[in-house]
């Protein structure tokens, strides 16, 4: 099968103008709208939402390849879905973790929103344990578990060296140049 996110504008307010379709059949796929008809009750921007849905056509189909059915419920999830998730997309040929994170991210807020009572997702090693402030600071803390990380390098500033920084200045032709710069 094969997915696509289709364009669909409405008159009704509440519902998400992205959605992810069977290409073929036009057949919407259930849970996937639905979260989005939710994140746009939220008012998020149409760009978000778009990008919501590239993000869930691509857990679609990976999940369509390990399961060979479009069909995810509560009962087909397990406590490891999201890790095999980020194996897959850590397999890919130059994946960056900041898209792994967000994809991750996201496909786990859709999964809490639709199925509440399926199994948290935990992947030891990824996760990490703290405590958590009670609301407006009432009440004792509690541990928590964050959500399931890739974890991305550290940018490194190396400075420029004299040369570069002379052919910088040496750059600029008139005083008009120079006052760009300083603005």
């Known amino acids: 099968m094969t997915f696509r996110v289709a364009h669909q504008?409405?008159?009704n307010p509440a519902r998400c103008p992205y959605r992810v379709v069977v290409q073929k059949t036009k057949r919407e796929i259930g849970w996937i709208n639905q979260y989005l008809d939710y994140?746009?009750?939220?008012?998020?921007?149409?760009?978000?939402l778009?990008?919501?849905?590239?993000e869930l056509l691509h857990f679609l189909r990976w999940w369509e390849s390990v399961h060979h059915?479009?069909?995810?419920?509560?009962?087909?999830?397990?406590?490891?879905?999201?890790?095999?998730?980020?194996?897959?997309?850590?397999?890919?040929?130059?994946q960056l973790s900041g898209a792994i994170n967000q994809r991750v991210a996201i496909v786990d807020k859709a999964l809490r929103h639709t199925?509440?009572?399926?199994p948290q997702q935990i992947a030891p090693g990824f996760q990490q344990t703290y405590w958590q402030r009670a609301p407006m600071g009432i009440g004792k803390p509690r541990l928590a578990l964050s959500?399931?990380?890739?974890?991305?390098p550290k940018r490194t500033i190396a400075p420029l060296s004299v040369d570069e920084?002379?052919?910088?200045?040496?750059?600029?032709?008139t005083s008009r140049d120079l006052a760009i710069v300083w603005v």
Not at 39 to 48: G, I, S
Not at 50 to 54: C, G, I, L
Not at 73 to 91: C, I, N, P, V
Not at 115 to 118: E, H, K, M, N, V
Request: aromatic letters at 12%; hydrophobic letters at 30%; a positive charge.
């Open 147 to 152: 959500r399931l990380r890739v974890k991305t």
């Open 165 to 173: 920084v002379a052919r910088f200045w040496s750059s600029f032709r």
């Open 69 to 94: 059915t479009d069909a995810v419920t509560k009962d087909t999830l397990a406590e490891s879905t999201l890790l095999d998730y980020g194996r897959f997309q850590s397999g890919q040929q130059r």
């Open 9 to 11: 504008p409405s008159t």
């Open 50 to 54: 778009r990008s919501y849905a590239h």
């Open 115 to 118: 199925f509440p009572d399926a």
């Open 39 to 48: 994140e746009t009750l939220r008012r998020l921007a149409d760009n978000t």
